[in-house]
């Protein structure tokens, strides 16, 4: 039998793969559809998003890193749209709106066990790996050159604005705090007794 014989993408347009929820707000009964399956390129985009935006200076805000990630659960897996705009001004906001509520958890509650604890582990895996790399001679070569070019106009802008007469006013006040003797020297201090 050939795979396009099994007719796979007409099957999943006829039997959504989603759960609905009720959850209530107020007095009022709303519907969330929680998807039971989200797309593999779907998962590295959620996972890698989370990762990228919990980075602080190199490092994972273990915080962020949870929120991101839980959040992005609610975006990619249900049926809630969200103002983009206002998603990026208030993230930390409609994170806490969420969670707060219950609506977060009864959500990630919804979603099949395997396919959270596989995204979960995906993510950690992504995790340790980046930082895994991170110790590597590859990444500080690569992390060096891609900042040289940064570097070198740092340099040319020091040396574009280098005084001598300042230089040697500071040399002449360090050699007068060293008892006027030569301070261009490797040598060490030799101390008489």
Do not use: H, W
Request: aromatic content about 12%; some cysteine.
């Amino acid at each position: 039998m050939k795979f396009e014989d099994l007719q796979l993408k007409d099957f999943q347009k006829e039997e959504p793969m989603f759960k609905t929820i009720s959850f209530k707000i107020g007095e009022v009964e709303k519907e969330v559809k929680v998807k039971q399956y989200l797309p593999v390129s779907d998962k590295i985009d959620l996972v890698q998003i989370a990762l990228q935006q919990s980075q602080e200076d190199g490092v994972y805000n273990e915080i962020l890193l949870d929120m991101y990630f839980n959040l992005y659960l609610a975006v990619f897996y249900t049926d809630i749209e969200f103002d983009k705009e206002k998603f990026q001004e208030n993230t930390m906001e409609i994170y806490d709106d969420l969670k707060s509520c219950g609506l977060l958890d009864t959500i990630i509650s919804a979603m099949p066990e395997e396919e959270y604890r596989d995204l979960f582990d995906f993510l950690t895996a992504q995790r340790k790996a980046y930082l895994d790399y991170k110790t590597t001679a590859a990444y500080i070569l690569t992390d060096f050159f891609e900042n040289l070019p940064m570097q070198m106009e740092q340099v040319s802008e020091i040396l574009n604005n280098f005084d001598p007469n300042k230089f040697q006013a500071v040399k002449n006040f360090a050699e007068a705090a060293n008892g006027n003797r030569d301070i261009q020297t490797n040598q060490p201090i030799k101390t008489v007794k």
